[in-house]
């Protein structure tokens, strides 16, 4: 029973991180320039988030077996 909570609310983190990874991944509008721009800061929370699903991944391959 308490595999298939952890199971299930590993997934839905990884679901969310994976949203949010995407909107911080994206570039952002210079109004002063009028141009996008790479956002560097936004791109190394992805980095982190993608780190952090790979390891909650890791752990739920672990709690399944």
Same mark, same amino acid.
């Given at each position: !029973?308490?595999?298939?909570?952890?199971? *299930?609310?590993?997934?839905?983190? *990884?679901?969310?991180?994976?949203?949010?990874?995407?909107?911080?991944?994206?570039?952002?509008? %210079?109004? !002063?320039? %009028?141009?996008?721009?790479?956002? =560097? =800061? /936004?791109?190394? *929370?992805?980095?982190?988030?993608? /780190?952090?699903?790979?390891? *909650? /991944?890791?752990?739920? /391959?672990?709690?399944v077996s």
């Amino acid at each position: !029973m308490l595999k298939g909570i952890l199971f *299930i609310a590993g997934i839905i983190t *990884i679901i969310v991180l994976f949203m949010l990874q995407n909107a911080f991944s994206k570039p952002v509008y %210079n109004k !002063m320039s %009028n141009v996008w721009q790479d956002d =560097e =800061e /936004g791109r190394q *929370i992805a980095h982190f988030m993608i /780190g952090a699903m790979v390891v *909650i /991944g890791f752990l739920l /391959g672990l709690l399944v077996s």
